[in-house]
């Protein structure tokens, strides 16, 4: 998972990527640049699995997560900026707008007054002007050709249609392709196709007043659009990853923050792409894997290696909750909640699962 974190100047962007990550140097990225790095998805499932087998390794899924230059939507630095913020975008497989809600005399808004709904709206536009500057360049490229071949006359109809899309105000995910249209298209990794969610970056007294500027019409927009959002306190948040371990709990139950900030965002982005993960568990290693829901067992054998799904016998399963409720693996066989599952199995999140394979 590639995530890129996007919004204007002075979103809190860069601290928001530093406590998903864990940087602590704090440095914003340059121009052209984009910061990039690796985020840890907190599991209880995993804890809970590693306290019990004691494992040699354990590991967490991860985000990979790409800090993007901010740009500013006034002023003469607009286009160089903006067309700089895209092509670090353009890579990403989701993404999440962090948006400024957060009162502060010592960071000033490029556009004076705070207003999330009106920045988020000058990014989804940059992102459609992108795509349609895409398309209509591509389109003059094959009609300017000395040659239009069959297949060049077939992907000008197929981008002519998205041009007049997109010319609408439409974006490419909400456009009604088929199968082989979307392969015909997926090269140009369209921006308004990507999914995205909206983070918006509250002070501390917001955060506790559950209230921030222009907050129902932002709502509305998100409704309107389409997009998840969640709030975050992110100054809070890093100055609480910074606090050991045995305060850090007290502190957050002072504050009214139910969960850190990674989890609440990983949660989305899980939702977002349609993410599950299957654990497995054992003395050498407990390990959370990454699959799209829906995955059969045999093709989730495969994420752990090629020869586990080409040789395939069976898949043992577990829920995780049985093995939370009784304790022990033994308990849960005794319990008979202990499942030989083929190759054809729906694997569900937090199923603990074992592959038997011969190669």
């Not at 530093?18 to 121009?31: I, V």
């Not at 804890?47 to 006034?74: C, R």
Request: with cysteine; glycine share 8%; charged share 30%.
């Amino acid at each position: 998972m590639k995530i890129g974190l996007i919004g204007l100047n002075q979103t809190g962007k860069t601290t928001l990527f530093n406590l998903l990550t864990g940087r602590e140097d704090g440095a914003a990225p340059g121009k052209g640049s984009a910061n990039t790095g690796t985020g840890l998805v907190p599991d209880e499932r995993i804890d809970f699995l590693s306290e019990l087998y004691q494992p040699k390794k354990t590991t967490y899924a991860k985000i990979d997560l790409t800090d993007v230059a901010g740009f500013s939507v006034a002023g003469e630095s607009r286009n160089s900026g903006a067309a700089k913020f895209l092509n670090d975008v353009r890579p990403c497989e989701a993404l999440a707008h962090v948006l400024r809600a957060f009162e502060s005399d010592a960071v000033a808004h490029d556009l004076d007054t705070i207003d999330p709904a009106r920045d988020l709206e000058a990014v989804e536009t940059e992102m459609l002007f992108a795509d349609l500057e895409l398309v209509e360049k591509r389109i003059d490229r094959i009609k300017n050709g000395k040659k239009i071949t069959k297949e060049n006359a077939d992907e000008l109809a197929l981008l002519e249609r998205c041009f007049a899309w997109l010319e609408k105000g439409n974006a490419m995910r909400e456009m009604a392709l088929t199968g082989q249209e979307k392969t015909a298209v997926s090269s140009y990794a369209f921006l308004t196709e990507k999914p995205r969610m909206a983070v918006v970056n509250l002070d501390e007294n917001q955060w506790k007043a559950g209230a921030w500027p222009n907050q129902q019409a932002f709502r509305a927009l998100c409704t309107q659009l389409g997009i998840p959002m969640l709030e975050l306190c992110v100054e809070m948040e890093l100055e609480i990853s910074r606090l050991p371990e045995e305060d850090k709990q007290m502190f957050m139950e002072d504050m009214g923050i139910g969960q850190p900030g990674i989890d609440v965002l990983a949660r989305g982005v899980y939702g977002l792409l349609g993410l599950i993960s299957f654990l497995t568990a054992g003395e050498d290693e407990v390990r959370a894997w990454t699959i799209e829901n829906g995955t059969v067992a045999r093709a989730a054998a495969g994420k752990i290696h090629s020869d586990i799904e080409r040789g395939f016998i069976r898949a043992e399963v577990v829920k995780f909750d049985d093995i939370k409720e009784l304790g022990s693996m033994a308990k849960v066989k005794e319990k008979g909640l202990f499942r030989l599952e083929g190759k054809e199995y729906v694997v569900a999140d937090g199923d603990v699962v074992h592959f038997r394979f011969n190669v």
